[in-house]
């Protein structure tokens, strides 16, 4: 690992309607930026609320029926049903309901408040969703930016999950293209001369953690560019960082 990364925000990217082009969107920013040549392996975190917006990942409320069930969890705990109607469609397991909060398994498998359904930074009367599948947003935005830049680039699709026995929210990798989301220690020896035998660094989500302190979530900066970190380019997955249920001791 580089003994120093650089993390910048990407300013000057406007409201993202459906449809649009995020990685033209994405390339018109970094050039306003007044940037040397864009380095080969430089990763770019783009957060997921702008994938969803480009793809129409977009609900109104005002076109949902309830169904019974998230009617009497709504009236049970004061949420708006429209709201708990969308949130149960993109459930694939109920993980806890209580206290007015619902934790979700989403389709795709991640554990996450409200199945990621969140209303923040949306359109009034709207909620926005996770995308279809994080992993292909990234591809083709890594593909994009390969060919426009004319050199290999990696790309993290990231939200933001709150965590289990900690306070605070934290970015995590939900789609990634062009790297690992490890980092492999096993095997390797610490410098008191004992092999490590369960260390698998979650670096990802290390990278998207710490690319969120530029981009925050009322700047306006819904990118990062990630330069100086040495990785090996791979065929990653987001998926991978799911721990799979044999393995979870909590489920």
């Known amino acids: 690992m580089p003994a120093e990364i650089r993390i910048r925000g990407l300013q000057g990217i406007p409201e993202i309607r459906p449809g649009d082009d995020l990685c033209r969107t994405i390339l018109e920013a970094t050039a306003g930026q007044g940037r ?6 430089a990763l770019f975190v783009v957060a997921q609320k702008i994938v969803s917006k480009a793809e129409g990942r977009i609900i109104r409320l005002d076109g949902v029926a309830p169904s019974p069930q998230a009617e ?50 949306a359109p009034p009367g709207c909620v926005i969703l996770l995308p279809l599948d994080p992993d292909a947003s990234a591809r083709r935005l890594r593909d994009g930016l390969t060919k426009a830049l004319s050199r290999p680039v990696g790309v993290i699709v990231s939200d933001t999950f709150g965590r289990p026995w900690r306070q605070g929210l934290t970015n995590i990798a939900l789609g990634l293209a062009g790297l690992s989301p490890f980092i492999d220690y096993r ?5 008191y001369g004992r092999t490590l035998h369960t260390t698998l660094l979650a670096a990802a989500d290390e990278i998207a953690a710490a690319a969120e302190l530029v981009m ?15 990785y090996s380019p791979a065929e990653g997955s987001g998926i991978e960082l799911l721990r799979p249920p044999e393995e979870d001791l909590f489920r």
Do not use: F, Q
Not at 187 to 191: A, L, R, S, T
């Open 72 to 121: 009497a969890w709504a009236s049970e705990c004061g949420r708006d049903a429209r709201l708990v109607e969308v949130i149960l469609r993109e459930t694939r397991r109920i993980v806890r309901m209580d206290r007015g909060i619902l934790i979700a398994e989403t389709h795709h498998g991640y554990v996450c408040a409200n199945a990621g359904v969140d209303a923040s930074n």
């Open 36 to 41: 040397p040549e864009i380095e080969p392996g």
């Open 187 to 191: 095997g390797k020896v610490d410098c």
């Open 216 to 230: 925050g979530k009322t700047l306006g900066i819904p990118v990062a560019l990630v330069e100086g970190l040495e």
